[in-house]
DNA sequence: TGCCAGGCCCTCTTTAGGGCCTT
């Protein structure tokens, strides 16, 4: 059973968009968030045993030279199932995130137990007024801290953990009280134009 | 052979098309 209040915000570098035309991950990070406070976190880069597009090492800073004496896919992934254990997940865009994750661990034989909730999927909702929804775009409007470091795994799971973190936030100011995960699951599920509704009901 | 993501969401919609978001 997925632990209630922990949680693990995570995010991929890939060699690209589908694990199904042969993708893999050259990178993953994350932090373990307990009662709302990051209390472990996980970065490794990752050798898919073939080389990055030059878009990739450009658009990540991740190279070929960086990757060739990484480890396998496989001994990280495993490492990194323990690192989740039964925990829930978050991801901004979770359904590329898990697609990777799907994959990964399927080709080791892992699984894991937790639920997937997507930050984007929660502040198209909940920021509709952000004028985008792209992750650096969100911590820029938002005016959350970071190191100006972005398309790092571990960066950019910290900035994830520090958005959703920022929207609970904003819904406890609400009036809504301790919103769980399985809220926040709702709230991305919720049709944008009755999402003010389903708020009021929570706030009874 | 040639092509190639996939899910969400809006609209000039549902017998569809295209933008957003992830690398």
Known sequence: ?????????LDFETTGLSPNLGDRAIEIGAVKLVDGEVVDSFQQLMNPGFRVSSFIES????????????PSCDEVMASFSEFIADDNLIAHNASFDKRF????????????????????????????????????????????????VFHRALADAQMTAKLWLQMVEDLELSG?????????????????????????????
């Open 1 to 9: 059973m997925p632990q209630a209040n922990s949680v693990v915000v």
């Open 59 to 70: 658009y990540t800073g991740i190279t070929n030279n960086m990757l060739r004496t990484a």
């Open 101 to 148: 994750l799907d994959a990964e661990l399927e080709r080791i034989n892992c699984g894991y137990a937790g639920e997937f909730a997507c930050s984007l999927l929660v502040a198209r909702r909940l920021i509709q007024e952000a004028p985008s929804h792209k992750l650096g775009e969100l911590v820029r409007y938002k005016n959350i801290d970071n190191d100006g």
């Open 176 to 204: 809504i009280v301790n919103p769980s995960f399985e809220f926040m699951q709702t709230v991305s599920k919720t049709a944008k134009g009755k999402v003010n509704l389903l708020l009021a009901k929570s706030r009874v």
